[in-house]
Antibody, heavy 119, light 106 residues
Framework: QVQLVQSGAEVKKPGSSVKVSCKASGGTFSRYTISWVRQAPGEGLEWMGRFIPSLDSANYEQNFQGRATITADKSTSTVYMELSSLRSEDTAIYYC????????????WGQGTMVTVSS | DIQMTQSPSTLSASVGDRVTITCRARQSISNWLAWYQQKPGKAPKLLIYKASSLENGVPSRFSGSGSGTEFTLTITNLQPEDFATYYCQQYNTYWYTFGQGTKVEI
């Protein structure tokens, strides 16, 4: 049974960076893509980008191109999402999710990581 | 990006009701649409994919229909645990977009 377990909450200053991890357990890591989705307080869901293990590459939604970096460590089955030049509007819960048939539905989600950007 | 619009934004209902949520795409997405349920403080949960296919373990009172640009999620015999926010998501392209959500409240 695959599970996605994310790192803990973070509090960051404006202008800094944050790196959130998502560890996959119980499955074959290289078989599926991992997407990142964020949700600002009281708001809807926003897709940010994905990591494709079979290609060892990532692609990004235009709004995050140049500011988000998604990488992976295959040896630990962990995907990372780093967001730089943080601003208050980046305060959100960040989720990783399995993208089994990419493009496709997100059928399994991590528990979410709260990132707060505040001076 | 393909814009997705849900209606209504909020829906008031009672246990046992039949409710319908609509999701419209700005351009045709064939049947590449998913529905999610999200409860407060929890991650979204996949309910339906490919517009009408029920995810394993999801109760049969949930159903989806539609193709092209207009889609619906229907919940029959609404149960207390169904009060939540529902989102549609298109995956016609590699660049996913979500609807803004529909809150189903008592």
């Amino acid at each position: 049974q695959v599970q996605l377990v994310q790192s803990g909450a973070e509090v960051k200053k404006p202008g800094s960076s944050v790196k959130v991890s998502c560890k996959a357990s119980g499955g074959t890591f290289s078989r599926y893509t991992i997407s990142w989705v964020r949700q600002a307080p009281g708001e809807g869901l926003e897709w940010m980008g994905r990591f494709i293990p079979s290609l060892d590459s990532a692609n990004y939604e235009q709004n995050f191109q140049g500011r988000a970096t998604i990488t992976a460590d295959k040896s630990t089955s962990t995907v990372y999402m780093e967001l730089s030049s943080l601003r208050s509007e980046d305060t959100a819960i960040y989720y990783c999710a399995r993208d089994l048939r990419s493009p496709g539905p997100l059928d399994m989600w991590g528990q979410g990581t709260m990132v707060t950007v505040s001076s | 990006d393909i814009q997705m619009t849900q209606s209504p934004s909020t829906l008031s209902a009672s246990v046992g009701d039949r409710v319908t949520i609509t999701c419209r795409a700005r351009q045709s997405i064939s049947n590449w649409l998913a529905w999610y349920q999200q409860k407060p403080g929890k991650a979204p949960k996949l309910l339906i994919y490919k517009a009408s296919s029920l995810e394993n373990g999801v109760p049969s009172r949930f159903s989806g229909s539609g193709s092209g640009t207009e889609f619906t999620l229907t919940i029959t015999n609404l149960q207390p645990e169904d009060f939540a926010t529902y989102y549609c998501q298109q995956y016609n392209t590699y660049w996913y977009t979500f609807g803004q959500g529909t809150k189903v409240e008592i």
